[in-house]
């Protein structure tokens, strides 16, 4: 089912053939939309809450993404778009301990690669690569730059919540690539009559780098019959305690 999901948002994320979800508050035009605050995540991660331009809520659906564009800062020139997936809206802001201002409002979970830019001592210019790389930071540099506004546009993907026929997922996740995680997990563990469990692999290359821990372990407590959280950290599956679990997957994973 993920696999599928994958192909989707691959895509779309890399044609941009792009149409406007119905009820979505962010059009699938390049649209200014204000940056409110930065919540500090961690070391090297922060939450940035933007909002919609006339404050509508901005209703994003499940498997869905937006795109945001950093001008000028894509390797070989032009203007750097990559997605992202909100890890909540104002709605839903209190399940991940964020205050919401404003109804619009929705937070982005952006990790800082610093290794964009870099230039090894001695070299004035940065490597030649294939002019199909995209180096990790282009847009994540600028967003921690935190300005005042950022243009964004709506993502489609073609595989939506409700999941019919299914009454269990498996999540493969990697650092920040746990924001469209989050992002599915509350609705499937907050919709009433919702029953699908879940186990959820989270891979980090060492404790300080795991993101949401409280959140997730937090729902691991509230929904134990449903959620499972598996860390790995460096090459071994971690114990982190506080609810989320670190046995092996159950069979079948």
Request: charged share 20%; net charge neutral.
């Amino acid at each position: 089912m993920w696999r599928q999901a994958a192909r989707c948002c691959l895509a779309t994320s890399s044609g941009y053939a792009l149409c406007r979800d119905e009820g979505c508050g962010l059009p699938a035009t390049w649209t200014p939309c204000p940056l409110k605050r930065v919540v500090p995540h961690n070391h090297d991660t922060a939450v940035f809450v933007f909002a919609t331009p006339d404050d509508t809520p901005l209703r994003l659906p499940v498997c869905g993404c937006i795109h945001l564009k950093a001008p000028g800062r894509e390797h070989g020139g032009g203007d750097a778009v990559r997605p992202y997936t909100p890890i909540a809206e104002a709605a839903s802001f209190d399940r991940l301990s964020l205050r919401a201002e404003s109804s619009g409002e929705f937070a982005l979970l952006v990790k800082m690669y610093r290794e964009w830019g870099f230039r090894p001592e001695g070299q004035n210019e940065t490597p030649a690569f294939a002019a199909s790389y995209r180096p990790p930071g282009a847009v994540s540099t600028f967003v921690h730059e935190a300005p005042a506004c950022a243009e964004l546009r709506y993502g489609n993907v073609n595989f939506r919540y409700p999941f019919e026929g299914v009454d269990r997922v498996n999540m493969i996740a990697v650092g920040a690539g746990i924001a469209p995680m989050i992002q599915c997990l509350e609705r499937l563990l907050f919709t009433p009559g919702d029953t699908t469990k879940v186990v959820l692999m989270y891979g980090n290359r060492s404790v300080k780098d795991v993101l949401l821990r409280e959140t997730l372990d937090r729902w691991a407590r509230e929904f134990p019959d449903r959620l499972t959280v598996v860390y790995c950290v460096g090459s071994r599956l971690c114990d982190l305690g506080s609810g989320a679990h670190a046995a092996a997957p159950a069979s079948g994973f």
